[in-house]
């Protein structure tokens, strides 16, 4: 069974960088064909998605946040990083490490991890 687990800081300052990690266990972030995104939540709102890293390390993002963000991988640590820039307060939300086989709905998420902004 996979599991996906997020982490990094709960509390970044307007125009800091985040760094969030995804600690994925229970399989390979080079599984053929699986896709491994950072999904959003911010308050009262539905949920954004930011970005893939996919199993052969191509990379896609949401074109609002593409210029702040940059998501990454250690196939080693079997680890999927998120970076994003210049960060706002509108970027308060929770953060999700989310696992899909190209194609269909997603199979795995983490638990998310809150990211507050501010001062």
């Known amino acids: 069974q996979v599991q996906l687990q997020e982490s990094g800081p709960g509390l970044v300052k307007p125009s800091q960088t985040l760094s969030l990690t995804c600690t994925v266990s229970g399989g390979s972030i080079t599984t053929s064909y699986y896709a491994w995104s950072w999904i959003r939540q911010p308050p009262g709102k539905g949920l954004e998605w930011m970005g893939v890293i996919a199993y052969d390390g191509s990379t896609y993002y949401s074109p609002s946040l593409k210029s702040r963000t940059s998501i990454s991988r250690d196939t080693t640590t079997n680890m999927v990083y998120l970076q994003m820039d210049s960060l706002k307060p509108e970027d308060t939300a929770v953060y999700y490490c989310?696992?899909?086989?190209?194609?269909?709905?997603?199979?795995?998420w983490g638990q998310g991890t809150q990211v507050t902004v501010s001062s």
């Open positions: 989310a696992a899909r086989l190209l194609g269909r709905e997603y199979d795995y």
